[in-house]
Nanobody
Framework: QVQFVESGGGLVQPGGSLTLSCVASGSISSVYSVAWYRQAPGKPRETVARIRNGDNINYAESVKGRFTISRDNAKNTAYLQMNTLKTEDTAVYYC????????????WGQGTQVTVSS
């Protein structure tokens, strides 16, 4: 199973944008799906966006139209472009992957903190 190192977080004002990256420890070209998750203080981790092989993509309702997930298999990297950020997007963001449709998630990385505040 691959593990990811996330980066790109920071402090941004409401309405601003950030692009997160996560680099995998191995190849993701045959990985079934890669997803971004987030966890805000005192709340459970939630799925933000998922991209499967064949570029089938799903988003949480709260981020639809604002966030875009992509993956570059050649670079073993996934991205999350976040636009029109809101204070409620503040959380630690993580990447993870399912190797196949039948397997669970891999180990969690450290995540990257996103803080949206004026």
């Amino acid at each position: 199973q691959v593990q990811f190192v996330e980066s790109g977080g920071g402090l941004v004002q409401p309405g601003g944008s950030l692009t997160l990256s996560c680099v995998a420890s191995g190849s993701i070209s045959s990985v079934y799906s890669v997803a971004w998750y987030r966890q805000a203080p005192g709340k459970p981790r939630e799925t933000v966006a998922r991209i499967r092989n064949g570029d089938n993509i799903n988003y949480a309702e709260s981020v639809k139209g604002r966030f875009t997930i992509s993956r570059d298999n050649a670079k073993n990297t996934a991205y999350l472009q976040m636009n029109t950020l809101k204070t409620e997007d503040t959380a630690v963001y993580y990447c993870n992957a399912q190797q196949t449709v039948l397997t669970g998630l891999g180990p969690w990385g450290q995540g990257t903190q996103v803080t949206v505040s004026s």
